[in-house]
């Protein structure tokens, strides 16, 4: 059972569009990081959000977690060829554990 | 400079025939985990462990093994590897769990393993 799913799976857009990317559970994390990955590397840290309804941007990315901490957000504005990537959210429950989501593939256009 | 290491990158084995693959990181992390990635599953988690001789089960653990006798290995063993284990492995070393806060994961370049 996939604890944190994410839509859309795939998204191809446009340069200059904006997007957003969801990540949706049922359970409750203590904190949720976004990742992005490039084709032949392993993921690279985005962001990591803790508080409900905690706000945090990255030049044109912004992310945000939901009050009840179970699900969180990513928009890109003016999206840019790079980009490009498998976009990744992880929670981390307990003290240990942690749940990467399905993914979202996007790909801009230029 | 700061990375995760494995080994080896590309790997095609047959049915039953026992590999490891390594992982190993120079950041003095306490907290390793090993993930496998399947196209529309994300990473799943196998075994993680916090410490040196300290490992615990991941979401999909069944038919892998680790180790931590270092604090800077982790090896991934596959005893009797089958098909349904074909994927695309990462590594990640971390500071691990500073409550509420998950740190950050450094990831290895991934291995991709074949079996048939």
């Known amino acids: 059972t996939q604890l944190l799913e994410q839509s859309p799976q795939f998204l191809s857009i446009q340069e200059g569009e904006n997007l957003t990317v969801y990540c949706n559970s049922s359970?409750?994390?203590?904190?949720l990081q976004w990742y992005r990955q490039e084709p032949g590397e392993g993921p690279v840290l985005l962001v990591t959000v803790v508080t409900g309804g905690e706000v945090k941007k990255l030049k044109r990315l912004t992310f945000q977690f939901g009050d009840a901490r179970k699900d969180s957000s990513l928009h890109i504005t003016a999206a840019q060829p790079g980009d490009t990537g498998l976009y990744l959210c992880?929670?981390?429950?307990?003290?240990?554990?942690?749940?990467f989501g399905t993914g979202t593939k996007l790909q801009v256009i230029p | 400079e700061a990375q995760v290491t494995q080994n080896p990158r590309y790997l095609i084995t047959v049915t039953g025939k026992k590999l490891t693959v390594t992982c190993s990181q120079n950041m003095n992390h306490e907290y390793m985990s090993w993930y496998r990635q399947d196209p529309g599953l994300g990473l799943r988690q196998i075994y993680y462990s916090m410490n040196v001789e300290v490992t615990d089960k991941g979401d999909v653990p069944e038919g892998y093994k680790v180790s931590r006798k270092e604090k800077r290995n982790f090896p991934l063993i596959l005893e009797s590897p089958s098909p349904n284990q074909t994927s695309l492995y990462f590594c990640?070393?971390?500071?691990?769990?500073?409550?509420?806060?998950?740190?950050?994961?450094?990831f290895g370049p991934g291995t991709r393993l074949t079996v048939t």
């Open positions: 990640a070393s971390s500071l691990g769990q500073g409550l509420p806060v998950f740190y950050e994961q450094y």
């Open positions: 359970s409750v994390f203590s904190s």
């Open positions: 992880a929670g981390a429950r307990g003290y240990q554990k942690v749940t």
